[in-house]
């Protein structure tokens, strides 16, 4: 009886899940006692453990840096606007015998705004730029001086075979994309991880408070064995060495009293590692009560189905044909690099002069006949109406001899997807494996349940038979105290059933989710 005790002691501090959600602070030495209770369901554990598990908080940090990372991406396709002044002058002596000054100096003021933008799709890009300038000078002879000018220029350029579908910026934003889905599932497994760690947890602690009640009833009925063989001894009926043996008896139990306190405590532990935010104040003394009871409820199990469904919302599962369309939208961009670059470009560009222009007689030296003013207004109009256009417009091709990187990098990225196909065929095997496994556990701890509850039972009625039996004197000591630890056995086996029933319904749900 000593030994099956220890052994559900055992499985229920061994089971609960390991504190690997949140790391609990360093617990005093002495804690103090009597803290407030706090009872609570197998849900709302869950729920606290969802609200305050550290783990949870960075991994949610994780999925906010990856939707930056999508951002960042995305804003190589922002249009870029850009403006610029500028202010240059600058003396020096004249290159000319017909300036009649020492010191040429010259001046120029720039002004220039621009707009570009790299399309999202096709490869194509896109620039609009204008520019305004005022420029004097002292030298002789200008046609213009000042000098006003303006000019409008519009260029885009498009792929037509390299990059033409796919190139590293879309690459990029693709990629971040199905990064911040993968951080996505590995925090939605993270929380399904908490969840089935709680509720393992939960029925540790369920598990131990029911095995110190059994290991309460057992010293009771060893007690009272004690105290029938102590009057049967007071009256002649029985020997002293029949006390000896109560009270070994009752002396072990007292030990299986203490191991279940124990593992109350541990259990307690796990869970309040899990749930608790170790800020707060009454963090090691709050006692933990379950509200909830160990049932063993049947479960209808379609193997088929849960296998099908397993096949289609496994995290990891997912998660690894993510990973798969990266690798497909690499081996995209490889083949893409090795096709030529041939690009059609077209640039338009239109220009307005104007300030004050001179007219210069044919003699020498020339002189001023008359001067013109032409507005700054007339000059952008000259601009933005296109009175002087200029177009250009041409196709570049370049092909790199050899492309030995780009032709290395196309076939390590098939042979990675090849990799991949089999990875994920395997995880494939693996989960329907596992679902089998999980559902046969379910079916079998249920039938376990049901014989160990008619084993307690049978082992119930032959204590009272013995007991009947052993007042009238056609039983011995040794007899019913076989019976007594008959009893204990079958009790602690059925509540190991139970936990072990409840156990694997948990793990079957899970393994459905996550591995």
Do not use: H
């Not at 408070?209 to 309460?216: F, R, V, Y």
């Amino acid at each position: 009886m000593f030994k099956a005790f220890r052994v559900v002691i055992l499985l229920v501090a061994s089971a609960a899940p390991a504190m690997a959600q949140q790391a609990a602070p360093p617990r005093p030495a002495a804690p103090p006692a009597g803290g407030a209770s706090l009872a609570l369901s197998m849900d709302r554990a869950v729920t606290m453990a969802l609200e305050t598990n550290l783990g949870l908080k960075a991994d949610r940090l994780s999925t906010n840096v990856a939707a930056e990372d999508v951002a960042i991406a995305r804003a190589a396709f922002k249009p870029q606007l850009r403006s610029s002044f500028q202010r240059a002058t600058s003396d020096q002596l004249p290159n000319s015998f017909l300036e009649n000054v020492s010191v040429v100096s010259t001046g120029n003021t720039q002004v220039s705004s621009s707009i570009s933008q790299l399309l999202p799709k096709y490869g194509g890009g896109y620039s609009v730029q204008w520019a305004g300038t005022r420029s004097s000078t002292t030298a002789a002879l200008s046609a213009f001086n000042p000098r006003l000018g303006s000019s409008l220029s519009v260029s885009f350029q498009q792929p037509l075979m390299r990059n033409l579908l796919i190139d590293s910026n879309r690459f990029g934003l693709v990629s971040s994309e199905k990064t911040r889905q993968i951080a996505d599932l590995t925090l939605e497994s993270r929380i399904a991880r908490t969840r089935n760690d709680v509720q393992q947890a939960y029925l540790s602690l369920i598990g131990a408070i029911e095995g110190l009640k059994i290991a309460q009833a057992n010293m009771s009925l060893a007690q009272e064995n004690l105290a029938n063989f102590r009057r049967r001894v007071g009256v002649g009926v029985s020997a002293d060495i029949e006390i000896i043996q109560a009270e070994a008896q009752v002396a072990g139990n007292e030990e299986q009293v203490v191991v279940a306190e124990a593992a109350i405590g541990t259990s307690e532990d796990v869970l309040r590692a899990l749930i608790l935010d170790p800020q707060r104040p009454d963090y090691w003394t709050v006692k933990l009560q379950p509200s909830d009871t160990i049932a063993a409820l049947p479960k209808d199990i379609d193997v088929e189905a849960a296998i099908k469904n397993a096949l289609t919302s496994r995290l990891d599962l997912i998660a690894a044909r993510r990973q798969q369309e990266i690798t497909n939208l690499g081996i995209r961009l490889d083949e893409n690099l090795v096709k030529p670059d041939v690009t059609f470009s077209v640039n338009y560009t239109a220009q307005g002069t104007g300030g004050t222009q001179f007219s210069y007689s044919q003699g020498f030296p020339p002189v001023i006949l008359a001067q013109t003013d032409r507005s700054f207004g007339s000059v952008l109009g000259d601009a933005f109406a296109g009175t002087y256009p200029a177009w250009t417009a041409g196709v570049t091709f370049s092909y790199p001899i050899g492309m030995s990187a780009a032709k290395g990098a196309l076939a390590r990225g098939r042979l990675q997807k090849q990799q991949e196909d089999l990875t994920i065929r395997n995880l494939e095997l693996q989960i329907a494996t596992t679902v089998r496994n999980a559902a046969r556990d379910v079916q079998s701890n249920f039938k376990r349940v049901e014989a160990t509850k008619k084993a307690r039972e049978a082992t119930e009625r032959q204590l009272d038979a013995e007991q009947r039996k052993f007042g009238v004197g056609l039983s011995s000591s040794f007899e019913l105290q076989t019976r007594q630890r008959e009893l204990a056995q079958a009790r602690v086996a059925e509540l190991n059933a139970m936990l072990a029933y409840n156990r694997a319904v948990i793990t079957f749900e899970r393994v459905q989710k996550i591995q």
